[in-house]
């Protein structure tokens, strides 16, 4: 069984501080994909990666990827009340790669 | 230049009844995904579907659903005689055939009396 787990569950900060969610695959995966999920809508996807100590940066959203692809964390400078939501990392395995799996999810809410 | 169209929205149903929730997939896009998602919980995988062709339902629980994707029109996610543990959030999702890239729908938002 493969598990993916994010930590931690939810997160509060304020404006203009920065922020660090983790996900963690028991399993190498074979691509890796985080979302960003606001009440009442589907998740949104923010990037994709495939290569294992990949470093991918989005504005003020860093991905980073570990060497054994099996970890990643999402990095906020500076949040804004506009990250507020639910970060959702989701892996393909090599046995079935069509198919995503979903960690649960950190919920992040930045205060203004 | 619509995304991923899910309906309805929101679906209310009293137990013993069923429950239909559609999706029209992006244009272009023949491949659909259905995931379930409960409330503080990650979305589940269902099933994955090509054109008339259910590829993986490995997630579908063993009775009381179904999925298609004809030819023609939306695909459809089918819950007959519906429980309150069916009470959930039900994504869609599509892609381009062999495109890791799902886009996702706004859900359907399943409440069973």
């Known amino acids: 069984t493969q598990l993916l787990e994010q930590s931690p569950q939810f997160l509060s900060i304020q404006e203009g501080e920065n922020l660090t969610v983790y996900c963690n695959s028991s399993s190498v995966f074979s691509s890796l994909q985080w979302y960003r999920q606001e009440p009442g809508e589907g998740p949104v996807l923010l990037v994709t990666?495939?290569?294992?100590?990949e470093v991918k940066k989005l504005k003020r959203l860093t991905f980073q990827f570990g060497d054994a692809r099996k970890d990643s964390s999402l990095h906020i400078t500076a949040a804004q009340p506009g990250d507020t939501g639910l970060y959702l990392c989701?892996?393909?395995?090599?046995?079935?790669?069509?198919?995503?799996?979903f960690g649960a999810g950190t919920t992040v809410t930045v205060r203004a | 230049n619509a995304g991923v169209m899910q309906n309805p929205r929101h679906l209310v149903r009293r137990r013993g009844q069923e429950a239909r929730l559609r999706c029209s997939p992006m244009?272009?896009?023949?491949?659909v995904y259905w995931y379930r998602q409960l409330p503080e919980e990650g979305l589940k995988f269902m099933v994955y579907?090509?054109?008339?062709?259910?590829?993986?339902e490995s997630g579908m629980p063993k009775e009381r659903f179904s999925a298609e994707f004809p030819k023609e029109g939306p695909s459809i996610l089918r819950i007959q005689q519906v429980v309150r543990g069916d009470s959930a959030a039900y994504f869609c999702?599509?892609?381009?055939?062999?495109?890791?890239?799902?886009?996702f729908g706004a859900g359907s938002r399943l409440t069973v009396l």
């Open positions: 990666v495939v290569t294992g100590g």
């Open positions: 244009k272009g896009h023949s491949h």
């Open positions: 579907l090509q054109k008339e062709n259910i590829i993986d």
């Open positions: 999702a599509s892609s381009l055939p062999g495109a890791k890239v799902l886009t």
């Open positions: 989701a892996v393909s395995y090599p046995s079935n790669d069509y198919k995503l799996s």
